[in-house]
């Protein structure tokens, strides 16, 4: 499904963690599905999406969702949004386990969760006898993120049921989704409202916040492990620009116009973003690939053909001609300087 793209210039581009997308990812070989099959056609590959240090375009993690449901059911994302180990998959892990009630472990999640993403927001509301847990988008998106929604909300509403145990009663649970055919049919007894693309949203009684937790609550299984690392998401516009080029540095033929598509930008409008920053699409493009380069060729067991390669050079001759030109010396010569200044 298509939606209408967003042209304004909004001050940040929208990004994500790549390894929101991790645990779909994961769990296609259970199914007997190559990761590769899913990830080839949008120009990733399995570590990247694993890499807790990337960041994507929230419209490439949605395309990423409806790729894994493309190959596999509707419902497959929303299914194993319901075993997720929350420890391990949500940020600051270790801080949410020592969370003694559902209220206090959502406090904390809505908190930490801020680093995740510049442009979505997480709330919890509390509302007299009703509280409210949502998202809400703060750009317009152009890919549909019913699967992602799907995945997401069916954490939060298995978590809800876990907690509960034998009080759970699911007429007391409004659960707004833009995709609501995108859960699994029997989804403990709730029944989606369908709403708009900004978020989601879920509604339950406020005495449930005061529920104790235990720990198999959070711990489903030993499927997904990532370290928790403290690298938010990029704020600014060149910021968040620059962690971009870093994720898609490696990628053949990676340039200006590339890095346009990526922002939803013609090449004249990007440029026309960064004049600000004195910069061009371009000199911000050679300016991260030689700051790698200068950290790759500092790596003794690294060789300059691995060095080429990892910046997008299948040829190490033209790396060099280029890296000739940005520095004045060749590969060989920078490796060697450096090392008599050590």
Not at 236 to 263: K, N, Q, W, Y
Request: charged share 20%; with cysteine; net charge negative.
């Amino acid at each position: 499904m298509s939606i209408e793209p967003d042209n304004s210039s909004e001050q940040s581009i929208p990004l994500v963690r790549a390894s929101v997308a991790a645990p779909v990812i994961a769990a296609l070989r259970k199914v007997g599905v190559e990761p590769a099959f899913v990830l080839d056609p949008l120009g990733l590959n399995e570590a990247q999406v694993m890499d807790r240090q990337k960041f994507l375009p929230h419209d490439t993690v949605y395309r990423i969702y409806n790729a894994v449901a493309d190959a596999t059911s509707p419902d497959f994302c929303g299914k194993v949004g319901q075993s997720v180990d929350l420890i391990q998959f949500l940020p600051l892990g270790d801080m949410l386990a020592e969370a003694l009630t559902l209220g206090d472990f959502l406090t904390r999640y809505t908190q930490a969760v801020s680093k995740e993403s510049n442009a979505v927001t997480q709330s919890l509301f509390v509302e007299g006898d009703h509280t409210y847990f949502s998202a809400k988008r703060n750009f317009r998106v152009s890919t549909s993120p019913g699967q992602t929604d799907a995945f997401l909300s069916s954490i939060w509403v298995s978590l809800l049921h876990r907690v509960m145990d034998f009080r759970w009663d699911p007429s007391q649970i409004i659960l707004r989704v833009s995709d609501p055919d995108a859960l699994p049919r029997q989804f403990h007894g709730v029944h989606p409202i369908k709403c708009g693309h900004q978020g989601f949203s879920i509604r339950f009684p406020s005495s449930w916040l005061s529920h104790r937790l235990a720990p198999e609550v959070l711990e489903n299984g030993p499927d997904l492990s990532i370290s928790d690392d403290d690298l938010a998401a990029p704020q600014d516009f060149l910021a968040g620009l620059e962690s971009l080029i870093r994720f898609h540095l490696a990628d053949p033929g990676f340039g200006v116009d590339e890095l346009a598509s990526l922002c939803g930008f013609h090449r004249e409008t990007l440029n026309n973003r960064l004049a600000p920053y004195g910069q061009s699409a371009s000199q911000v493009i050679v300016s991260i690939k030689l700051s790698e380069a200068k950290k790759l060729l500092g790596e003794e067991h690294r060789t300059v053909s691995e060095t080429a390669l990892r910046l997008g050079y299948a040829d190490p001759t033209a790396f060099s001609r280029a890296f000739r030109k940005w520095t004045g010396m060749s590969p060989a010569a920078f490796r060697k300087s450096a090392k008599e200044n050590q």
